[in-house]
């Protein structure tokens, strides 16, 4: 979806595909309350007593209208992004690493970035002390290798684009 696709009061699907209730629309984001709960109480307002959830730029493009347009959508960015996917075992490894530090700086592990020396896309999954300094760890999907990368530095990297993506694939498939 577009930011000016919604409105006060409108109903959509959010990336994990539950159903949200738009709230406020401000000018680059929009506040929204997780449709969850049976008791319809929950969503009387403002103000609310279920928490509203700020959707960026990038959590507003994952959006919906319908379950059936979600599912269209991912079904072509499976088909056409190129992106190898995380096998069960990578999963598992990234999420135990997640809650076995903790990082408190989350918003460094919400976007991939690009490797500016070889194109090689960096899927952050968690954050751990050394020292003083922050690192974070990193999986490469299209090398299926981990990597680990001072934060200071990690943050400076471009994040990765779909085109940026689709060019690792293509590179990966050519070699």
């Known amino acids: 979806m577009k930011h000016a696709d919604f409105h006060i009061g409108l109903e959509f699907v959010g990336s994990a595909g539950f159903r949200w209730r738009c709230t406020d629309v401000g000018t680059r984001t929009i506040l929204a309350i997780h449709l969850d709960r049976g008791n319809p109480h929950w969503y009387q307002g ?4 279920a928490k509203e959830v700020v959707f960026d730029e990038h959590e507003i493009e994952s959006c919906h209208l319908t379950q059936d347009a979600a599912l ?11 992106h190898p996917g995380y096998p069960a075992e990578v999963v598992r490894q990234m999420l135990e690493a997640r809650h076995a530090h903790r990082y408190p700086n989350h918003g460094v592990l919400r976007f991939d970035r690009r490797r500016q020396s070889d194109g090689e896309i960096l ?29 200071r530095d990690f943050i400076t990297l471009p994040r990765a684009s779909a085109k940026d993506v689709r060019v690792r694939a293509d590179q990966r498939r050519d070699a």
């Open 46 to 49: 403002p103000p609310y007593i």
């Open 72 to 82: 269209v959508a991912t079904i072509h960015e499976h088909n056409s992004s190129g």
């Open 123 to 151: 899927h952050p999954y968690a954050g751990r002390k050394d020292g003083e300094d922050w690192m974070v760890e990193l999986y490469l999907p299209f090398q299926g290798t981990y990597d680990v990368m001072p934060e």
